[in-house]
């Protein structure tokens, strides 16, 4: 493969889109799993957002798995292997609406923290359709979070 990024460079950039579709995808199921368990009186704006929300993450899995297919690499997508690689936590039984929304912000906003570093070193090694792409699911991670943080202002 010559693209004009090193084999090593490539191969840094594609580890951490690892992890950053590992916790993309846990925060995925995660909402869609709120999406099927919301109640509350904000059941129907909740269930809309969490719907809109994990159909653009639905997108957002296959575009990152592409990307390190692109760079050359087996895209490792197995659950053992998203659980170990995600800093999104898992959600364990019935959850209120409320715990819902923290949970979903922290997921959001580990994703931002875990995107902000891969965007530097992607830019670093002058691959720039990586960081790219990373910026863009920032605008989206970054506004779901505060869209998330509205229904709890007072």
Do not use: C
Request: proline share 2%; no cysteine; charged share 25%.
């Amino acid at each position: 493969m010559d693209i004009g990024i090193s084999e090593a460079a490539r191969k840094k950039v594609a580890d951490d889109l690892q992890d950053f579709l590992a916790s993309t995808y846990a925060l995925y199921l995660k909402t869609q799993n709120f999406h099927w368990n919301v109640v509350g009186p904000e059941f129907f704006s909740l269930h809309v957002l969490f719907e809109k929300h994990y159909e653009n993450m639905a997108e957002a899995v296959d575009e990152i798995a592409e990307r390190i297919r692109a760079l050359g690499f087996f895209v490792d997508a197995s659950f053992s292997s998203f659980k170990k690689r995600s800093s999104v936590s898992e959600p364990h039984g019935k959850v209120s609406f409320k715990k819902m929304i923290i949970e979903l912000i922290k997921g959001h906003e580990a994703i931002s923290r875990m995107g902000r570093p891969l965007i530097t070193k992607s830019q670093a090694l002058h691959e720039d359709i990586t960081a790219d792409m990373v910026i863009k699911r920032l605008t989206f991670h970054e506004k779901a979070a505060w869209m998330l943080r509205s229904h709890l202002a007072k």
